[in-house]
Nanobody, 115 residues
């Protein structure tokens, strides 16, 4: 199977920044789409940002202008640069990768923004 390794979560103050990364590994696969979802406490999981193979990106309205998604195809890695963080950004962030047309999910990394 494809394994996803996430890193970069943690505790930050409002207005601070974090950079999440997610690296995909395995054998005989190709990456189609990479993205990030998040699930705040007591709420549903929602799309944060996604990036396709052609470089097309999509962002949730709540993060536009603050978050930037990018990918390194050589490293099979997707990044999420998060700036101007707000308390409402607190959530478990999940990496999602579509590899060889199969969905894979990371285990999640907690981002906490103090009030």
């Amino acid at each position: 199977q494809v394994q996803l390794v996430e890193s970069g979560g943690g505790l930050v103050q409002p207005g601070g920044s974090l950079r999440l990364s997610c690296a995909a590994s395995g054998r005989d696969f190709s990456i189609n789409v990479m993205g990030w979802y998040r699930q705040p406490p007591g709420k549903h999981r929602e799309l944060v940002a996604a990036i396709a193979s052609g470089g097309f990106t999509n962002y949730a309205d709540s993060v536009k202008g603050r978050f930037t998604i990018s990918r390194d195809n050589a490293k099979n890695t997707v990044y999420l640069q998060m700036n101007s963080l707000k308390p409402e950004d607190t959530a478990v962030y999940y990496c999602k990768v579509v590899a060889s047309w199969v969905d894979y999910w990371g285990k999640g990394t907690l981002v906490t923004v103090s009030s």
